[in-house]
């Protein structure tokens, strides 16, 4: 037998050498990704970009060109609502995520050790400071260039505007850690304020836009306020910095099942599992309820228990009735036929917030099983007080379609804004989860189930198949209302699983 070559015992320097070697490879590979990945990144960011400046730009050239008279009056308007709809967005974010958050992996340590807790919520204060202060500026990138500003004005305009939307996050840190309402009393007052602004910019001749529009301000007047306001903003942004280190374990944990909730409903696309955390945690908190006895028997109890919950949260309801001044506003801005798009868009975006019963009964089965009705009697009862109010605020925009329409034919034509906003609102509520047992779709984010992708569609398709037929006449209202009628037959039917 010949003898086996003896092996070769690497020595540790070459040893040392391969290792350097293999993690040098693994750094230019780690180095090569993330380059490809910033690269497709930064153009996805660039043609997107793009395309959206266009869009804008042509928008104001047109609105330059054939806006005269109320139009331009509440074209010099509509970026200063712009902006107190973006403040009262981050506070209400603010308020509802919580601006001194800690996750939950940081919590089972952070909250039972003596550690100073500000050196950790400091920096995650802060990225959160930077993330509201740049998201306002580009959500106002928009209403600045549409409301007609120069360059000088319109920077100005974003970074007051930026800075007074971070001072309200500030205000909404402050309030938590120091557990008082100053965050809640701001939010009505930013509320009133808006709506205050959108009811002289949809009713009176002259809205008050037209005193501040462009030009009626100095150079550095402006300057002087933009400065001041981003310097309120930093001081209390380093106010909230220096408190989150006195912030209590009660306060920390109020967010911390709502995030990994939250995380999960996003990463699904599924915006109604959204919805029922945030429905969840809004009636988990301060859910007092007064039991009562009595009342109708059958379809009808669902029908009265509706309009007690009605008269208990009346918030819903409220908004909704606040937002019929959008219409109003259009009409005002000279839409012309696009009234119609914004009446039934305002009808969908407040309708589901006025079906909570109905989205209990269709996402709880064992529940809907214990009622003694049919599915179809079950879910129509539930509709009947959503569906009255949408009906309502339908017919409550009549009077912005009187001027191109007959009397009649405005009345009809509002009727069928409201059963379309209805349809579109019924199918976003009753749109059923992703099936993670049905066969996977790959995609460059890798396998996902076939109904993640429709489901951030879900009620605008129907919104846009009974919309838009409403802005061609008569047969337009008719083929509108057949639509509507058959997708909320199709989605109440007893065979519907």
């Not at 070559?5 to 180095?31: K, N, S």
């Not at 208990?312 to 908004?319: A, D, E, F, I």
């Not at 339908?394 to 009649?408: C, I, K, Q």
């Not at 034919?409 to 749109?431: D, F, P, Q």
């Amino acid at each position: 037998m010949t003898p086996e070559p003896p092996v070769a015992v690497p020595t540790a320097r070459e040893i040392r050498r391969e290792v350097r070697d293999w993690r040098r490879g693994r750094a230019d590979l780690r180095w090569g990704e993330a380059l490809s990945d910033a690269y497709v990144v930064l153009f996805g960011v660039v043609m997107v970009a793009a395309m959206g400046g266009n869009v804008v730009l042509e928008l104001r050239r047109l609105a330059d060109g054939t806006c005269a008279g109320a139009c331009s009056d509440v074209r010099s308007a509509a970026p200063w609502l712009a902006a107190l709809a973006v403040a009262l967005l981050a506070l209400g974010l603010a308020r509802l995520l919580g601006p001194v958050f800690s996750p939950p992996a940081a919590n089972a340590w952070l909250l039972s050790t003596p550690v100073d807790r500000g050196a950790l919520l400091r920096p995650g204060w802060w990225r959160t400071a930077a993330l509201c202060l740049t998201g306002a500026a580009v959500l106002l990138l928009a209403p600045a260039v549409l409301g007609g500003f120069s360059v000088v004005d319109g920077a100005l305009f974003v970074l007051a505007c930026a800075g007074a939307s971070l001072a309200c996050v500030c205000v909404a840190a402050l309030s938590q850690v120091h557990e008082r309402p100053a965050a809640r009393w701001l939010t009505w007052v930013l509320a009133a304020t808006l709506w205050c602004g959108l009811a002289l910019a949809a009713t009176r001749p002259r809205p008050w836009g037209s005193v501040v529009a462009p030009g009626t301000v100095g150079a550095a007047v402006g300057a002087a306020l933009a400065v001041l306001v981003g310097l309120a903003a930093l001081a209390l942004a380093w106010r909230a910095a220096v408190a989150v280190g006195g912030v209590t374990r009660r306060v920390l944990g109020h967010t911390e099942h709502l995030s990994p909730s939250l995380s999960g409903a996003l990463s699904s696309l599924d915006l109604g599992l959204m919805y029922d955390v945030l429905l969840a945690r809004r009636w988990g908190r301060g859910a007092h309820v007064r039991p009562r006895t009595g009342g109708p028997l059958g379809w009808r109890a669902l029908v009265h228990r509706e309009l007690r919950r009605a008269g208990r949260t009346p918030q819903p309801y409220v908004l909704l009735a606040g937002l019929v001044l959008l219409p109003y506003a259009a009409a005002r801005a000279d839409a012309g036929r696009a009234v119609v798009l914004v009446t039934t868009l305002v009808g969908l975006l407040g309708g589901p917030a006025l079906c909570a019963g109905l989205r209990v009964v269709v996402r709880t089965e064992s529940l809907a099983r214990m009622l003694p009705l049919r599915r179809s009697r079950l879910l129509l009862a539930h509709l009947v007080v959503p569906g009255t109010a949408l009906m309502l605020f339908a017919l409550a925009t009549t009077w912005t379609l009187s001027p191109a329409h007959p009397p009649v034919e405005a009345v009809a034509l509002a009727a069928a804004c409201g059963v379309s906003s209805l349809a579109a609102t019924v199918r976003w509520v009753t749109g059923k989860p992703p099936d993670y047992a049905a066969p996977m779709v790959s995609t460059p984010a890798g396998a996902v189930p076939t109904g993640v992708l429709g489901s951030v569609a879900r009620g605008f398709d129907v919104w846009a198949l009974t919309a838009l037929p409403l802005m061609f006449g008569p047969v337009g209202v008719l083929v509108s209302v057949g639509i509507s009628v058959g997708v909320i037959a199709y989605l109440v039917r007893d065979d519907a699983t």
